[in-house]
């Protein structure tokens, strides 16, 4: 989250960090550490200036769950089915600043998948978004 300080702080956002030390995952740490940065400069792009970004990590069952939450723009509910598809960009005629080339989702659900995992996301047009990675947590802790 070190990565996307700048840019959250130029903006006036406050990155929450909420982690706790014992869940342990089996993971490539340089390509999860990837997803969530992709994650989290997301947040960073669609955020309003001056609002918070929430970064979790949790423990669900057999499953940990990493998210990302803003509260931004938000994403209509026609565009999520597409969202990790490569190149997908939502059009966005107000903002021509957040160009981007529409990988990094892509980057992210292949980095989940590499785990055995998936993503999802939940989200309310001009309300915010919630981006997960969940990971089958380790057997045994
Ligand atoms: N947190 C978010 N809030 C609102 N819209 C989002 C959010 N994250 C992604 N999107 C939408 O999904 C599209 C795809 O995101 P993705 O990260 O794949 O591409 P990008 O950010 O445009 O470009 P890149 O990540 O390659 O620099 C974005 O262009 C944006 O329209
Ligand atoms: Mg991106």
């Known amino acids: 989250l ?10 006036g956002i406050v990155i929450d960090v909420e982690c706790p030390e014992d869940i342990l995952i ?9 997803a ?8 960073v792009k669609f955020s309003n200036p001056d609002s918070r970004i929430s970064v979790k990590a ?3 069952n057999a499953k940990t769950v990493i998210s990302v939450q803003d509260y931004g723009a938000g994403i209509e509910k026609r565009h ?6 490569r190149f997908y960009r939502v059009d966005q005629g107000w903002d021509t600043r957040s160009g981007g080339t529409g990988l990094g989702l892509a980057i992210v659900k292949h980095i989940a998948m590499l785990h ?5 996301v939940t ?3 001009g309300v915010g978004s919630i981006f997960s990675i969940l990971l089958p947590s380790r057997r045994n802790e």
């Open 2 to 11: 070190q990565v996307c300080e700048v840019k959250a702080s130029g903006k």
């Open 26 to 34: 089996r993971a490539n740490a340089p390509l999860l550490e990837q």
């Open 36 to 43: 969530i940065v992709n994650l989290a400069e997301n947040a």
């Open 58 to 60: 949790a423990r669900m």
């Open 80 to 85: 999520l089915p597409g969202l990790f598809e």
């Open 116 to 120: 055995n995992g998936e993503v999802n």
């Open 123 to 125: 989200s309310t047009l």
